[in-house]
T-cell receptor
Framework: DTEVTQTPKHLVMGMTNKKSLKCEQHMGHRAMYWYKQKAKKPPELMFVYSYEKLSINESVPSRFSPECPNSSLLNLHLHALQPEDSALYLC?????????????FGSGTRLTVV | QKEVEQNSGPLSVPEGAIASLNCTYSDRGSQSFFWYRQYSGKSPELIMSIYSNGDKEDGRFTAQLNKASQYVSLLIRDSQPSDSATYLCAVRTGTASKLTFGTGTRLQVTL
């Protein structure tokens, strides 16, 4: 299995809603990431988990809350988002240490906040 | 100065020609370098990784790294219309598992 699976593929939520994005990989990767990508912009790192522990938080607002329940799963809990948070949210995973394979990205969740 | 810089393009090349994409980075401690291809509305897909100075070839793709000059490039030979996409240069620095992406170069291969 060489895939990173993200669900849902599309999500529309109101500013008062609570929702979660899910990411799963079974490649034995011990680092997992959340990236945010706006249209015509590169992916921007949000969070890094290494061996299920949060190792990098790129000063992301608290309305985004990551969770890594085990080595295969990564969640991103969303609450009280703003319309400007609408973007493509990408999950990725990699070996630790990097062995030349880079990151494997999931297909992303297209989030629209209304 | 941005950490990873690319010309945004679009870079337009005719079918069958060589496309040359360039990237410069600011941190001399950078260790790993990657090229990703991203089609519109899709997620990035890894094309090449390179760690040592010199060239690395994989099929129609060649990555070139020059650490002294702090640049990495991607050559695409025999360009095809299906190569039309945005190409993202990504750099990993230090021991942290963190990739920093350039803004990407949009490539258009014309018939």
């Amino acid at each position: 299995d060489t895939e990173v699976t993200q669900t849902p593929k599309h999500l529309v939520m109101g500013m008062t809603n609570k929702k979660s994005l899910k990411c799963e990989q079974h490649m034995g990767h011990r680092a997992m990431y959340w990236y945010k990508q706006k249209a015509k912009k590169p992916p921007e790192l949000m969070f890094v988990y290494s061996y299920e522990k949060l190792s990098i938080n790129e000063s992301v607002p608290s309305r985004f809350s990551p969770e890594c329940p085990n080595s295969s799963l990564l969640n991103l809990h969303l609450h009280a988002l703003q319309p400007e948070d609408s973007a493509l949210y990408l999950c990725a995973s990699s070996q630790v240490p990097d062995r030349g394979d880079g990151y494997t990205f999931g297909s992303g969740t297209r989030l629209t906040v209304v | 100065q941005k950490e990873v810089e690319q010309n945004s393009g679009p870079l337009s090349v005719p079918e069958g020609a060589i496309a040359s994409l360039n990237c410069t980075y600011s941190d001399r401690g950078s260790q790993s370098f990657f090229w990703y291809r991203q089609y519109s509305g899709k997620s990035p897909e890894l094309i090449m990784s390179i760690y040592s100075n010199g060239d690395k070839e994989d099929g129609r793709f060649t990555a070139q790294l020059n650490k002294a000059s702090q640049y990495v490039s991607l050559l695409i030979r025999d360009s095809q219309p299906s190569d039309s996409a945005t190409y993202l240069c990504a750099v990993r620095t230090g021991t942290a598992s963190k990739l920093t992406f350039g803004t990407g170069t949009r490539l258009q291969v014309t018939l």
